[in-house]
């Protein structure tokens, strides 16, 4: 079945550093690929997406590019900042089915020192 | 747009009481899903609806869970005779369908703690 698999955290960086958040998924067809952010105490937001190979989504700096040969969606920032702090998620929904549920990795905490 | 907005935010209940949560979607959504999140994992999918109809649910939902969405508007998901292990934060989203590639956004949660 569909699964999606994402580095283990915490991952602890200082302000600035550069961030990669490896993130690896097997599908059937060909999935839609997501980043979610949850802020301490707040919901899920969608943080950007990719929706076929080679697509490179982004936003807020944050990038990340769907590699179907690697089966990979890994996340980069090049300058962390501390308000970064937070849990992200990797995920893929199908679109081979009429459901498009979304199924999650377990999430990577990063905290951000100043 | 307001989002999507989730009642109550917090519910403590004792083993074997019933609670109902609320999910008051998007306006003009089509789609609403719920999804269950416990403590260091992802959400994990419980169960879809498509305006009125529910057209998936996942065999994490028992028999002791039931979800609703009358007139395709907002939706209501019932624990019946809660357990210890119902607790968790319990996630609506919305989406348009747009040929399945609408994103889904979500709401902040109602987390849920059986005693």
């Known amino acids: 079945g569909n699964s999606v698999t994402q580095m283990e955290g915490?991952?602890?960086?200082?302000?600035?550093?550069?961030?990669?958040?490896n993130c690896t998924y097997t599908a059937t067809g060909y999935p839609s690929l997501f980043w979610y952010v949850q802020?301490?105490?707040?919901?899920?937001?969608?943080?950007l997406k990719a929706t076929k190979a080679d697509d490179k989504g982004s936003n807020k700096g944050f990038e990340a590019t769907?590699?179907?040969e690697t089966t990979s969606f890994h996340l980069e920032k090049g300058s962390v900042?501390?308000?970064?702090?937070?849990?992200?998620?990797?995920?893929?929904?199908?679109?081979?089915?009429?459901?498009?549920?979304?199924?999650?990795?377990?999430?990577?905490?990063?905290?951000?020192?100043? | 747009?307001?989002?999507?907005?989730?009642?109550?935010?917090?519910?403590?209940?004792?083993?074997?009481?019933?609670?109902?949560?609320?999910?008051?979607?998007?306006?003009?959504?089509?789609?609403?899903?719920?999804?269950?999140?416990t403590l260091g994992q992802g959400p994990e999918f419980l169960t879809y609806f498509q305006n009125?109809?529910?057209?998936?649910?996942?065999?994490l939902l028992s028999?002791?869970?039931s979800a609703e969405r009358p007139k395709g508007s907002f939706s209501t998901l019932e624990i019946q005779r809660t357990e210890q292990g119902?607790?968790?934060?319990?996630?609506?989203?919305?989406?348009?369908?747009?040929?399945g590639l609408g994103t889904q956004y979500f709401g902040p949660g109602t987390r849920l703690l059986v005693l």
């Open chain 1, 10 to 21: 915490p991952v602890t960086l200082s302000e600035e550093a550069f961030l990669t958040i």
């Open chain 1, 39 to 47: 802020y301490p105490g707040e919901g899920l937001q969608l943080l």
């Open chain 1, 66 to 68: 769907y590699r179907k």
């Open chain 1, 81 to 114: 900042q501390v308000s970064d702090s937070a849990v992200y998620f990797c995920a893929l929904s199908s679109t081979g089915g009429a459901t498009n549920k979304l199924i999650f990795g377990t999430g990577t905490l990063l905290a951000v020192q100043p």
């Open chain 2, 1 to 37: 747009d307001t989002g999507v907005s989730q009642n109550p935010r917090h519910k403590i209940t004792k083993r074997g009481q019933n609670v109902t949560f609320r999910c008051d979607p998007i306006s003009e959504h089509n789609r609403l899903y719920w999804y269950r999140q």
């Open chain 2, 52 to 59: 009125e109809a529910q057209l998936e649910k996942s065999r």
């Open chain 2, 63 to 65: 028999d002791r869970f």
């Open chain 2, 86 to 99: 119902d607790s968790a934060m319990y996630l609506c989203a919305s989406s348009l369908d747009a040929r």
